[in-house]
T-cell receptor, first 115, second 110 residues
């Protein structure tokens, strides 16, 4: 409904697995974001892409690897995760002037559980 | 480090009551957004305010941006069970940086 879709909606993985989260936006935006939402903590910005270029990496561990092949698609590759990485991972998109922050629109999220 | 504080953290009221939730910061933002999030779903945008002192109304919801663009409030009139959810504020600044508060969890009982 918001124009941002995420797959899968739920994912359970072991610590040695490799998996990928996918996000697609149909809003014609040129900025995309990954956030982590854990219980009782504010949304944590992980990565920002503007025009397919990564412009923000908020000290995220290397076991999370983003990929942005074009302005409409964003991936988050996961490998050797820890149980504390279990959370709701949210993708968002927005227009960007490159200067001011524009309103973000969120996808429904992927609920990740690491065993 | 930017910090947005939301209050109260939890609020449980009866249908028909009025309520106000607050979002405060010591920093100035170029814009401020309010979202509502339901369990297991992503946040859904309610409103964006950009001008100090701005007031926006969305049916029974009234949003206000402080004159100094550091704080905001959300007032709900005659709350309904459908208003139940997590209300998040987010401050935006240059170069697409956004900072979220930890939210107010609202429960409206029938």
């Amino acid at each position: 409904e918001t124009g941002v879709t995420q797959t899968p909606r739920h994912l359970v993985m072991g610590m040695t697995n490799k998996k990928s989260l996918k996000c697609e936006q149909h809003l014609g935006h040129n900025a995309m974001y990954w956030y982590k939402q854990s219980a009782k903590k504010p949304l944590e910005l992980m990565f920002v892409y503007n025009f397919k270029e990564q412009t923000e990496n908020n000290s995220v561990p290397s076991r999370f690897s983003p990929e942005c092949p074009n302005s409409s698609h964003l991936f988050l590759h996961l490998h050797t995760l820890q149980p504390e990485d279990s959370a709701l991972y949210l993708c968002a998109s927005s227009h960007t002037s490159g200067i001011e922050a524009d309103t973000q629109y969120f996808g429904p999220g992927t609920r990740l559980t690491v065993l | 480090t930017q910090l947005l504080e939301q209050s109260p953290q939890f609020l449980s009221i009866q249908e028909g009551e009025n309520l106000t939730v607050y979002c405060n910061s010591s920093s100035v933002f170029s814009s401020l957004q309010w979202y509502r999030q339901e369990p297991g779903e992503g946040p859904v945008l309610l409103v964006t305010v950009v001008t100090g002192g701005e007031v926006k109304k969305l049916k029974r919801l009234t949003f206000q941006f402080g004159d100094a663009r550091k704080d905001s409030s959300l007032h709900i009139t005659a709350a309904q069970p459908g208003d139940t959810g997590l209300y998040l504020c987010a401050g935006g600044e240059r170069f697409n940086k956004f900072y979220f508060g930890s939210g107010t969890k609202l429960n409206v009982k029938p």
